[in-house]
Structure formats: C-alpha cells, structure tokens
C-alpha cells in the first residue's frame, strides 16, 4: 500500500477479468484510491510522493467534505485505459477518470453532477505536496518568476482571482506539475497537522452554490518526477540471537458461502502449508434459548446446518494436524443486554455487551459447544474469543470486562476438564492496545490466557506493533495475528485482491509482523472465497477457471518457512526495503523474507551463520509466481545481491 503522510490510503477496485488488467499493470504509474485520491505517481519504481482529494466547502474552509478512506462509498472501475472512481459528497456526485500518459504523468478528468440543490463555497481538487520532500523548494504559475516556498502564500504570484494555465512545484531533487486544459483558478495553503506541514493547491472546479441537475467537467495533466533512490540497501541479521518460535503461516476458515467456499479453501489446503486455523463458533444457531440444552438436541439430529458445517470444517483442520481457534461472532439474544445489533446504531457503538446476569449460562453454552466438538468430532479447541470485542463484533466488552471474562469462562472450562484457554485481545486492530491492559495488570488472569492476539487492520506503526510484542513477552505467551490483511472494507471492492499495489503492501506488513512481533502464526483473513487469494470460479461474477493470484503465490512463499524456525533480530536501513529472519541457530539455517517498494537495488547482507555458503532464492511479483531465482553466494556470513523493484524475495538456505 502505498502511503503519504498527510492521508493513509489503500487502493481498491472493483473486479474485472484477469486478462484486462494484465494490460495495464505494466503501464500503470499514477497510484489511485477507489474514493478518487491520487498517492503519487510511480518513476523508475520509486513513489514520487503527493495526495489529492475531491473538496466540497460547505462554508468558508469551515464545513468541508472530502473523499477519503472509509468515508464514502465509492465505485471503482477500469474500462480500456481509465480507472474510474465514482462517488459523491452530499449532493454532489463525481466520476473522476485517470489515464496514465507519458512517463512520470497521468490525465485527470473530473466530472460533477449535482443531484441537489447544494449549497457552498467552492468545489475542489485539492492537491498535498510535503513540505518535508520540497524544503527549500520554489513554486511558479504559468510563465512568472519562482518564489520561494518560504514565503507566504499571500506572496505567491497567480494565487485567486487570477486563473493559471500550469503550475510548478521543485525542490533539488523532486518536480510537481499541473496543466490545466482552461486557464483555472486555484488557492494555495500551507497547513501544518500532526502528520508534517503541506502546501494545499486547491484547484477550483466550481464556486458558489449548485442548483440541481448542475454539471461540470475538466481536465488536467498531472507530472511528477525526481531523483530515484538507487542506493544499496545494507541489511544485518544477529544469528546469534534468537526469540519466538513462527510455526507457520495460518488461515480463516470462516463459512459464508456455501457455493464458492469449498473450491476455494480445498485449492488452499491442497496447495498451502496451513499451520493455524480459526473457525467460528455460530452461536445464535448452537442455543437459540436459554433454557435449551444444545448437546441433547445435537445428539437427536438436531443440529443446525450451519453448526455441522463449522464443526465439520473444525474436524478438517484439526486432522491436518493444526492447532484451532474458536471464534464468536453473533450472540443468541439471551445472552446479551438489549435487541441484537447486526451493525452500529444510530449512536455509532456497535454491538451488544454480554448480560452478566446469565453468566453461568453463557459459560455452560461456549463448554458445551467446546465438549461436542471433542466428544462427537475429535476436536480440541485451543483458544477461544470473542470475535473484535474491543470494538463490538458482535460481542461488545470493556477492557474490564474482557478480564472478567478471561478469568471466569476460563476457570469454567479447567472445571470442566476442558484444555482450552483464552485468547488475550483477539482485538479488530493493533491501535486499541489499551482493551487488554486491566487483564496484563491482573496476574489473576494470567493462568487462562492461551495466546495474546490482534488483528492488523489497523496500526502498523512500528512503535505500536513493538506494544504488542512486549504483552506476549510479559504474559510468556505466544502472539498471534488472528485476522490478516490491509484493508477490513476490502470486501466492497474484491478486484483489489488482483492488483500487484494490494498483493505488495499486504506481505511488506506480513514481513514487518513477522520482524516486530514474532507471532505464532499469521491467519489470513480468509482462506474461504471471502477475501480469496484466488480467482475466478464465478466468484463477484469472474467465470475464468479458478487460479491463484499474486497474493496467493506471496502467501505460499511465506508459507513454506520451515516449521519451528525462531525470529532473528534484522535490520534495514532503507526504508523502502523491509527484511525479517527465521531460523534454526542449532542447524545454522535460514529463511529470509525481503520486500522492495522501492527501485531495484543491490543489497548486501551480512551476520549470517558462518555455515551458510549458498542461499536459493525465490521471488513473487506482478510477472513472478514464486520464481526460483539465482543462487546466491555467501561468504564470511556475507552475500550481496540485487533487489529488483516491487518484489517480495525469500532467501533459504535449505
């Protein structure tokens, strides 16, 4: 995922076919947000980096609307050389067309409808270029003199009411350039946030109010350039040192459609060294009331389809071999205070809390679900959650009452004779770190815990993954990223799974997880047709013959570390490349995982084990199924080698 410091944003789309996108990976430059935000434009591999937005002024720069993540609804398209996003602002509707043109340049086309009558200020396309990347820098409009980016905006030539046919933003080593088919008005801001400090180059598309049925259109060219960091990486490995186990990659096995999902996770199985599983306990359908008895009724063929079928997929793992998460989601209404929440209301708090009234009976549900499956099926669960109880998925609880749980349901199932224990989090990001703290201050409840767990949708900041790493450490327990992935909206725009943008950033933040946390194991959310690293099928309409993708190759590399390697600590001092280190210090071997964002690079690694003498490589990009590469040569705990652009490479030396 390409990022900027003024706005994190992934790129989404919707699905076409394999085949047509094939044509335009090679020629993509400009990086594009499926709500209309432009990233940055790509040059010899490197992100020149700047952040557009579409900008309703509701009132004087005080009211003001703009396309963002998460924040509208948008559509995202390719047709011939377009990506099209289409989405709105209040009553404005926009259909924002990019065409990548010369090297280092993209057409702009915005379209506007208004659907209402809508009141504002001004409508923009507002462009963010970081002060840090053009310190010193100049700014020119059409043919005047540069000024310095010093200086005020009040002083730059060409501002408002005047209009501008191009404008011109360089520093030593970057180039910003906008050409406007008219002459254009445009507004200039330098703003400072928690993020950095920004020049705002807000391009007018229409002032003042809009009655309905009001349209719009213009177009711009948009350049980038500047110099291409090329530099070698030096990556460092301590052998010596070594800290968690990684048993290996995992997966969700989360049942949702009945069609899709058997071809789906039989391809994974069959093709993927699954290591973890996580399933998902449907516990509306186990006790629908409280004063039912579910075993008595699953021992006369009672049992609700949906239960066998997330039983039976249990069954499955747990013969591979695995261990096996049980997850919750939506409650039976008895066991929660208030109507059942399937969404947020109209407070914005989703979920609903646990009535602590009916304890007991809570706990004597979840065991008993727990001991048919051991009884009638074979199948020991190892950890259990609330599925995201920290934000209410389906379940909401505090951080204190999440302790309460872990010590009550936990002492529940040792009563019961039951090997299962709890996990500490399972929480819907890394950022909501504090859900766990009254259970880290209770040694009381240390006892019950199994595993401390979250999922990575959010909060990838080294610091704050460093936070969770550290609990696994004080509880000694393992960690364990329980949903994998980048984007938990993802499903709204399932042709993202098939972009090479998507498929890189997903395994550069596996690699970073496996750095920082030294998990367990990694669960990719889902290894069922929700979330598929496959294609095809007739899964969202695309009707070629299932095959894998790029995400899908990615996970099968990082899959095929050896089981029981351990973490070993791994340094990059470049930011583009991300490097993480598994291995067998006894054994002296090895699997190392590298990711370039960057341009190609030669890269020269030292601190391996003096044994080593050669590593094989294998590397997935856009063009490279885990394609094995050349050997690489060590010498002295020493290899160089080349880093080509966007890759994801494994060096190992088995």
């Excluded at 335009?24 to 935000?37: C, D, V, Y």
């Excluded at 993540?69 to 398209?77: D, L």
């Excluded at 590593?615 to 050997?631: A, N």
């Amino acid at each position: 995922m390409p990022t900027s410091r003024f706005i994190k944003v992934f790129v989404y789309t919707i699905l076409l076919s394999a085949a047509t996108l094939a044509g335009f990976r090679a020629a993509a430059q400009a990086e594009l947000a499926p709500w209309g935000n432009l990233t940055g434009i790509r040059v010899g591999g490197q992100l020149m980096e700047f952040e557009s937005r579409l900008v309703l002024v509701r009132k004087d720069w005080t009211d003001i609307l703009f396309t963002g993540k998460e924040m509208q609804r948008p559509k995202y398209e390719r047709k011939g050389g377009d990506r099209i996003v289409t989405t709105a602002l209040d009553q404005l509707t926009f259909i924002e067309k990019v065409r990548d043109s010369a090297a280092g340049s993209a057409i702009v086309t915005v379209g506007m409808e208004a659907m209402g009558d809508q009141v504002a200020t001004g409508v923009y396309l507002s462009f963010a270029l970081s002060m840090d990347i053009y310190k010193n820098g100049h700014i020119g409009i059409d043919n005047q003199k540069q000024v310095s980016l010093t200086n005020s905006p009040d002083d730059f030539p060409g501002v408002a009411p005047g209009p501008a046919r191009s404008i011109n933003v360089h520093s030593s080593d970057h180039q910003f350039r906008l050409d406007f088919e008219e002459p254009t008005s445009v507004l200039l801001k330098k703003i400072t946030n928690n993020n950095g400090s920004y020049l705002l180059i807000n391009v007018l598309l229409q002032a003042g109010n809009l009655s309905r049925g009001a349209t719009i259109q213009k177009s711009f060219v948009v350049k980038a350039s500047g110099q291409v960091d090329k530099s070698p990486v030096h990556l460092t490995v301590n052998a010596g040192r070594t800290g968690r186990v990684f048993d290996g990659f995992g997966g969700n096995f989360r049942l949702q459609n009945p069609k899709m999902d058997p071809p789906v996770i039989q391809y994974c199985l069959d093709n993927l060294r699954v290591a973890w599983g996580r399933v998902e306990m449907p516990w509306r359908f186990w006790q629908p009331g409280k004063d039912d008895h579910p075993i008595d009724s699953a021992q006369k063929g009672k049992l609700h389809p949906a239960v066998r079928n997330a039983m039976e997929m249990a069954q499955r793992l747990s013969k591979k071999g695995m261990p096996i998460i049980l997850s919750a989601w939506f409650p039976p209404g008895w066991a929660v205070v208030g109507p059942l929440r399937f969404g947020p209301g109209p407070d914005k708090v989703w979920g609903n809390p646990l009535e602590h009234a009916h304890n007991q009976e809570i706990y004597q549900s979840i065991a008993d679900y727990i001991t048919y499956l051991r009884d009638e099926y074979g199948v020991t669960i190892n950890y259990f959650s609330f599925n995201e109880s920290d934000l209410g998925i389906n379940i909401r609880q505090t951080g204190q009452e999440h302790d309460e749980l872990i010590k009550g349901l936990g002492a529940y199932f040792e009563q019961r004779g039951l090997k299962t224990k709890m996990l500490l989090g399972d929480n819907s990001d890394a950022t909501t770190y504090s859900f766990i703290g009254p259970a880290l201050d209770d040694t009381a409840s240390w006892r019950y815990i199994g595993a401390v767990s979250f999922h990575s949708w959010r909060g990838w900041d080294s610091a704050t993954l460093q936070k969770w790493s550290d609990a696994a450490t004080r509880v000694n327990r393992p960690l364990i990223i329980a949903e994998g992935s980048i984007d938990a909206q993802a499903w709204g725009y399932p042709a993202i799974f098939e972009e090479p943008t998507y498929a890189l950033e997903e395994i550069n933040l596996y690699v970073r997880l496996l750095s920082i946390c030294q998990p367990a194991s990694i669960l990719q959310w889902q290894l069922t047709s929700d979330y598929s690293p496959l294609s095809g099928g007739g899964m969202f309409g695309n009707n070629s013959p299932l095959h894998p993708t790029q995400r899908f190759w990615n996970l099968k590399q990082l899959a095929s570390t050896p089981a029981g390697y351990r973490n070993m600590p791994a340094t990059s001092d470049n930011g583009n490349v991300t490097i993480a280190v598994l291995g067998d210090a006894t054994d002296g071997k090895v699997s190392i995982h590298l990711v370039n964002r960057g341009a190609s690079r030669v890269a020269k690694l030292t601190g391996l084990p003096a044994a080593i003498k050669t590593l094989h490589c294998h590397i997935t990009d856009k063009d490279r199924s885990m394609q094995e590469g050349k050997v690489v040569p060590v010498s002295g705990g020493a290899a160089t080698f080349t880093l080509e652009s966007g890759t994801y490479t494994t060096l190992s030396s088995d």
